[in-house]
């Protein structure tokens, strides 16, 4: 059955909010086995949002909406929802308790304004939202279901996971897409590709998606058809394809990340890790602890931004800065055994670079960065030419600092 | 002039990749008082990739689009484009020699697979790509701008800077849109709407829109209307009204951020700052460095994510962490205390709480988050509940203490 879904705002259109929810809403939809076809974007317009729910509900099964059932006036949904489906605004009074005392819980008196939220059109499916006052409203309908939702991401997404998702599971709508993604770090798109293609035998309903970003390049396999087993045949066979031709770059799969993969080797191993950070200023602890649990594993890290740091807290020699400047691989290695020192962890990771715009020289151009790792058994730096905007040059080095550790622990190279 | 984007990608429907591209391209393509009035994704197929852009140019003047122009099989925007505008595929020799260069600029052969790239339809106009291989396409008619961008998002972003915006002002096409955003923090939406309902006396033309996000709650004003100087009027009759109601959550404009206004704050009183953090994980350092030039005031942090390390390196006492928890008032004043000590900073943060989703408990649930601050003159800590998910827990908890920090500096409250 076929999805569609409309996100509603100005902000969307005005370009200062990045839309998050779709791609939420798309990949939770995905994994049901609907297939995503059209998603668009509309104004806070009341007419405009009319005329995109009247087109979506006639080309899809499913609709899913959000934004636009904020407290305030330029919060249209339900006015459009009225106008579309011929329904009127209705007091909850049930509800309106429910928004008063979350306020009251939060200590604070309800405003009055949101006394707006508990009205309701008329015969709606209520989808709770444990987290703020907007509630999802759903039109079902023999033939479609229209679903509106909040556009606070956060809210949006408890409402999909508790409410969305096991509504939707309860009608039986699809048949699951098989789906397997294949992470990498340290190698780049057309390399893979080159690699890749080398022996590959297309087989039919089964398509290779080369997906680069910060954390490296996803290779996605999706397989569709109604002859289940012989498709996920298919699947398994492109996977292990893949998996035979470039083994080393491959870090995880699906929902797994640098960090949760690293979190597991360490955990795995009962070894420890901490980090001396400069030109990322704390990010690479920042995408370590993302992991709930992170705490068994990760010290902590010294962020040394100022040089005079570098030396006191991670006794980075006066000298060595001198002669070789924070930005080398002598100054990286001995971040990282001064780490190691100062944290009494098994292994350190040490970054330094230039993350740009300025700062770049023609020896050492923006986006030069030196990544540094201590164990008991090696100290080394590498070097890294990221060479793009500044804060992809800081994330691209995190990435590729996690990367080297996993190398390391696994003995790859 | 209406403006359409159309996003491309399988992994777009997919849902695993958020696009980030479209919000780039309509915040440009706004503030050159250009309408953008549609947004649209569809997957990597052909013949609905030629769909899309056949309805896009129909309706809209200026048709920008993203993404399938990478070198690997799933790549079918070139396809659709020739179809659609009946051109054909041609070799440019010249482009060809621009990739290979910058391979060999990376110390890397060019890959036989990127050759693709210097196919191009038949008489396009090229936008440059700086960062990679894959230019911009531009198929220009008397009615019509059609314009197929990269999707890699620093590739875009740098096509749109460079060629795109200077190729469109060159166009003289629109009117620009006035817009002023006000950016607060510590006030919820519902209360701003309150406050601000007040004595609102409302202007046509002029709209006010709430954006709630973790930085906080963003007030947009749009002004729009052919009478640019009476439509000016009123925006800036808005915008004062706003400043003078809820003048101390109002922290900066447009394109101000927390970290900018921070950094601008600390260059011109001369003073530096310094982190200790716990449940953020380094992200506080992280986003004060997302400003270029923070090295003038940013010394760095210390994550003290382990006890033993708030011990160690904080100086935060045995006996205090037994008695009270990390995660207490008086752990997050210690912390701030010791960080000042170490970094011999004029002002310290610190954030210890709880970002879940596990370790909550009745007195302290998720989202409770101690922040403190040490200077000269004041060491405190204050008490929040964020209540939201990890990651956003962590946002907002960096966000309240470089508002806390904003305040104290400008002596507000």
Redesign the interface.
């Known amino acids: 059955m076929d999805v569609e879904i409309i996100t509603i705002?100005?902000?969307?259109?005005?370009?200062?909010?990045?839309?998050?929810n779709?791609?939420?809403?798309?990949?939770?939809?995905?994994a049901l086995g609907l297939n995503?076809?059209?998603?668009?974007?509309?104004?806070?317009d009341v007419a405009e949002i009319e005329e995109a729910i009247k087109l979506a509900v006639k080309r899809s099964g499913v609709v899913i909406a959000t934004g636009g059932l904020?407290?305030?006036?330029?919060d249209n949904t339900k006015k459009a929802i009225v106008k579309v489906f011929q329904r009127r605004l209705v007091f909850d009074e049930k509800l309106l308790e429910d928004i008063r005392a979350r306020y009251a819980r939060?200590g604070?008196e309800m405003?009055?304004?949101?006394q707006n939220q508990a009205l309701l059109p008329s015969g709606s499916h209520i989808f709770k939202n444990k987290?703020g006052?907007a509630v999802g409203i759903g039109v079902i309908e023999k033939d479609f279901m229209f679903i509106a939702l909040p556009g606070?991401?956060?809210e949006m997404?408890q409402i999909i996971d508790d409410e969305i998702i096991p509504f939707l599971k309860g009608k039986s709508l699809g048949r699951p897409l098989q789906?397997v993604?294949l992470r990498t770090n340290g190698i780049?798109?057309?390399?893979l590709?080159?690699i890749l293609?080398q022996d590959l035998k297309p087989e039919s309903g089964v398509?290779?998606?080369?997906?680069?970003?910060e954390s490296g390049v996803?290779l996605?396999v999706?397989g569709s058809g109604d002859k289940v087993e012989i498709v996920g045949e298919s699947v398994r066979r492109l996977v292990s394809y893949i998996e035979k031709k470039v083994s080393k770059h491959i870090y995880g799969r699906d929902s797994d990340t640098l960090p949760s993969v690293i979190g597991q080797l360490l955990n795995d191993n009962d070894k420890t890790v901490a980090?001396a950070?400069s030109?990322?200023?704390?990010?690479?602890?920042?995408?370590?602890?993302?992991v709930?649990?992170?705490?068994k594993y990760?010290?902590?890290?010294?962020?040394?931004?100022?040089n005079?740091?570098k030396e006191r807290?991670l006794g980075v020699s006066k000298g060595l800065l001198e002669k070789h400047g924070a930005v080398s691989e002598e100054c990286a290695v001995e971040m990282a055994v001064g780490c190691r020192r100062?944290?009494e962890c098994d292994y350190a990771l040490s970054i330094t670079g230039i993350?740009?715009?300025?700062g770049g020289s023609e020896d050492k151009p923006v986006g030069t960065t030196y990544i540094g790792l201590s164990s008991a058994h090696t100290n080394f730096a590498r070097r890294f030419?990221f060479?793009?905007?500044?804060?992809?040059n800081?994330a691209r080095a995190c990435y590729a600092a996690l990367e080297l550790l996993r190398r390391e622990i696994l003995d790859i190279d």
């Open positions: 705002g100005d902000e969307l259109l005005l370009g200062r909010t990045i839309d998050t779709s791609a939420y809403i798309a990949h939770k939809i995905s995503v076809r059209f998603k668009s974007s509309v104004g806070d904020g407290p305030t006036d330029d939060r604070i405003p009055a304004i949101n987290i006052s606070v991401p956060v997404r789906m993604t780049i798109e057309s390399q590709a080159e293609s398509k290779l998606a080369y997906l680069p970003g996803d996605r999706v980090a950070e030109c990322t200023g704390g990010m690479l602890g920042e995408m370590i602890t993302t709930s649990g992170s705490s990760f010290l902590g890290s010294i962020v040394a931004y100022a005079e740091i807290q100062v944290f993350s740009g715009p300025d030419n060479g793009v905007d500044r804060q992809t800081r």
